[in-house]
C-alpha cells in the first residue's frame, strides 16, 4: 500500500512563508506525478500545483508567483514553498500521487493564514 505523510503545516501571518512536505513510500516515486491539493471547508478540493518525475511543473493561478513545487527523486519527497501567504490560503493541505493508472492521497495538513 502506497503511503503519502504530510508534514510541516501550521499557523502563519498573512505575508509570512511556510514549506510542507511530503514523503511518499512503496512506490516508484519517479513515476508519479506528484501535486498538492487543497480544500477550504466548505468547498470542494482543488488543485494547487504539480510536479511530474522529469520535473516540469504546473501552477493555479491563484498561487502563480507565490508557491513553488519541487521534489527529490532520491528522497521520494515532494514539497511546496509557499510565499507571502494569505488568509484565503487558509486550508488543508493534501499530497497526490498519480501515476495515470492508479491515485494516492494523504491525510492533509491544515494550513492557516490568520493576523
Known amino acids: 500500500q502506497v503511503q503519502l505523510v504530510e508534514s510541516g503545516g501550521g499557523l502563519v501571518q498573512p505575508g509570512e512563508s511556510l514549506r510542507i512536505s511530503c514523503a511518499a513510500s512503496?512506490?516508484?516515486?519517479?513515476?508519479?506525478?506528484m501535486g498538492w491539493y487543497r480544500q477550504a471547508p466548505g468547498k470542494q478540493r482543488d488543485m494547487v500545483a504539480t510536479i511530474t518525475g522529469g520535473g516540469s511543473t504546473n501552477y493555479a493561478d491563484s498561487v502563480k508567483g507565490r508557491f513553488t513545487i519541487s521534489r527529490d527523486n532520491a528522497k521520494n519527497t515532494v514539497y511546496l514553498q509557499m510565499n507571502t501567504l494569505k488568509p484565503e490560503d487558509t486550508a488543508v493541505y493534501y499530497c497526490n500521487a498519480d501515476s495515470g493508472r492508479d491515485s494516492w492521497w494523504g491525510q492533509g495538513t491544515q494550513v492557516t493564514v490568520s493576523s
Open positions: 512503496r512506490l516508484i516515486f519517479r513515476f508519479y506525478v
